[in-house]
């Protein structure tokens, strides 16, 4: 039997299945492109192409679309990305105190304590150190991404690159680059740059403690990983699942839910054939003027969110239930 876990979030979806002993078996990273739902569809189409209804006992979703998601899919867990990180970070192992967590668009750490999150931060506004900027420069160098942290180790030399913005980063290398600096060297300089900014702001007034697991698409980048443990003078650690760990953190939770109730919401894989169609309107029924987002499935309402009081969310959930 195996359970669903869905991460939606603004760069990339990420779908797993894990078994019961919460192995990894089967897993996609899909580019959202502002299209969550056709994701969602394809990546469940895949997976109808080679599993049966019947063996999905039971399904989870995080990421910023976790709401669409679970309307879409029928979920049986809906968790922030917070939780959903660290249930995975502990799955693996229950020594871990910190999870340092870049991807896509975003950056976030989590503090833990005996298995427990005592503390979380999340970037701001800039993206600077994320997975978008790191494409971006990569691009602008004309260096494919995956070598990027290979050229920071072969470096001969630390350059400061400013890394608080991502203007100012982007135009402090080219300045470097005109000054004489090799690719290495300023690859090296501003992997220093970012994880500088993460510490100074993501981490602010947060106490790293190892065991640390850097997790996120940019754990892939070995640059960054070497910057991180020169910065804090420790070993961190990438798991195998680096950038699926969202997914698998709340399939782990489906799999915990169904073993409390033998029940699932799940609807199955077979929605890839459906039509979904999402809509909003605005509620003017108290001050808050909440904007509703319905979802309708072959022109037939299955969902609502975002309203503050569970007007709207609630009158579908009673219909689904």
């Not at 797993?16 to 089967?26: A, F, H, K, S």
């Not at 839910?257 to 077979?270: D, H, N, R, V, Y």
């Not at 029924?285 to 979802?295: L, Q, R």
Request: with cysteine; hydrophobic share 40%; net charge neutral.
């Amino acid at each position: 039997m195996f359970y669903l876990g869905v991460d939606v979030g603004s760069v990339s979806t990420d779908i797993v299945l894990i078994d019961e002993n919460m192995n990894v078996i089967e897993k996609m990273y899909l580019k959202t492109k502002g299209k969550p739902i056709k994701v969602i569809q394809e990546g469940l189409k895949k997976l109808n192409e080679k599993y049966d209804k019947k063996q999905i006992k039971s399904s989870g979703v995080t990421g910023s679309g976790r709401h669409i998601a679970a309307t879409i899919i029928g979920a049986d867990v809906i968790k922030n990305e917070i939780t959903a990180h660290a249930v995975a970070a502990l799955n693996l192992d229950k020594e871990v105190k910190t999870i340092i967590e870049i991807g896509g668009q975003d950056s976030k750490i989590i503090t833990l304590n005996n298995g427990v999150i005592t503390d979380f931060a999340m970037n701001t506004v800039c993206a600077a150190g994320t997975g978008s900027f790191l494409d971006r420069q990569a691009e602008r160098l004309d260096i494919p991404i995956e070598k990027f942290g290979e050229y920071a180790l072969k470096a001969n030399t630390s350059i400061r690159i400013a890394g608080r913005c991502a203007v100012f980063a982007e135009s402090d290398m080219i300045h470097k680059q005109q000054l004489g600096y090799s690719e290495a060297d300023i690859i090296r300089g501003l992997c220093e740059a970012l994880v500088r900014n993460y510490l100074n702001n993501v981490a602010k007034g947060k106490e790293i403690k190892p065991k640390v697991f850097f997790q996120g698409g940019v754990a892939a980048n070995i640059g960054m990983k070497d910057a991180f443990e020169r910065e804090l003078g420790f070993k961190i650690y990438v798991p195998e699942h680096y950038n699926m760990m969202g997914a698998i953190g709340v399939a782990i939770l489906a799999k915990r839910a169904f073993e409390k109730t033998g029940e699932s919401k799940f609807k199955g894989l077979s929605l890839a054939e459906s039509t979904f169609i999402s809509s909003s309107f605005d509620c003017y029924d108290c001050p808050n003027n909440c904007e509703i987002v319905k979802i309708t499935e072959d022109n037939k309402e299955i969902g609502c969110f975002g309203d503050r009081c569970g007007k709207w969310s609630g009158r579908i959930n009673e219909k689904v239930l």
